[in-house]
């Protein structure tokens, strides 16, 4: 199974206005500027779907986007510690994304982001570790890898396999460029492996 189709059904500001549907979701978090909705456009194939920007808290919403005419739908999210909004709006997209996430029946994957770059910094550690404790789906995607080279592509996995090691959390690490794509397809498969059987295939 592909991702034939995407397109942009809406945007919501609190849980209340998210789509009242049973399609599963996935949904992509991470630090803002992560590279979140360039990876949602790389795994579609449209360039445009998501909005991206080199300004740190381009997303400001939860969006939904539904994939292949109603099979599935991915979730793109506002990135957490982005210091350039007040502290009380902070905390508010911090609370609405909690509870997204804790409250969604149909949620059926998080994909958290990190940028391959960095070491692994307190925050996102922290973000997976309250992930884990809620025994909440999820998998670990290294992003921007076209700017490392192989070798450090290689240690970036490595650091993070131990961070997760040391938290004795176990799941999948996968890397991925949306400026080269590579690592697409992997995660497109790595993606779908966690839909229900009746959202992974053809359109319902
Ligand atoms: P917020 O919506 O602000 O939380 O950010 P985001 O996580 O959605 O990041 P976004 O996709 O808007 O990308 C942020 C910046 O990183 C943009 O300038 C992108 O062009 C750049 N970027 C994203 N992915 C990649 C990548 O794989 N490689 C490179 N080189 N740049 C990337
Ligand atoms: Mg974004």
Redesign the pocket.
């Known amino acids: 199974m592909d991702i034939t189709s995407a397109k942009f059904l809406k945007s919501a500001e609190r849980l209340d206005q998210c789509p009242d549907h049973t399609l599963s979701e996935v949904c992509f978090i991470?630090r803002?500027?992560?590279?979140?909705?360039?990876?949602i456009n790389g795994l579609t194939g449209h360039p445009r779907l998501?909005k991206?920007?080199?300004t740190?808290?381009?997303?400001k919403l939860l969006n939904f986007f539904v994939i292949n005419e109603g099979a599935w739908c991915l979730v793109?999210l506002?990135?957490y510690g982005?210091a350039k909004v007040s502290q009380e709006q902070r905390e508010k997209w911090d609370k609405t994304m909690q509870k997204y996430m804790m409250e969604r029946e149909n949620l059926a994957l998080i994909v958290m982001?990190v940028d391959s770059r960095h070491d692994p910094l307190e925050k996102d550690l922290d973000m997976v570790f309250w992930l884990a404790e809620h025994q909440l789906p999820f998998i670990l995607v290294l992003?921007?890898?076209?700017?490392l080279s192989r070798n450090g592509q290689t240690q970036s996995k490595a650091k993070f396999r131990k961070a997760l090691d040391e938290m004795n959390i176990e799941t999948d690490i996968v890397l991925?460029?949306?400026?080269t794509k590579d690592g697409m397809d992997l995660l497109r498969k790595t993606i779908i492996d966690f839909l229900p059987a009746a959202s992974s295939t053809e359109s319902s």
Do not use: I
Not at 56 to 59: E, I, R
């Open positions: 991470g803002s500027n992560v590279g979140k909705s360039s990876l998501a991206t920007s080199g740190p808290g381009k997303t793109d506002p990135g982005y982001l992003t921007k890898a076209d700017k991925t460029s949306a400026t």
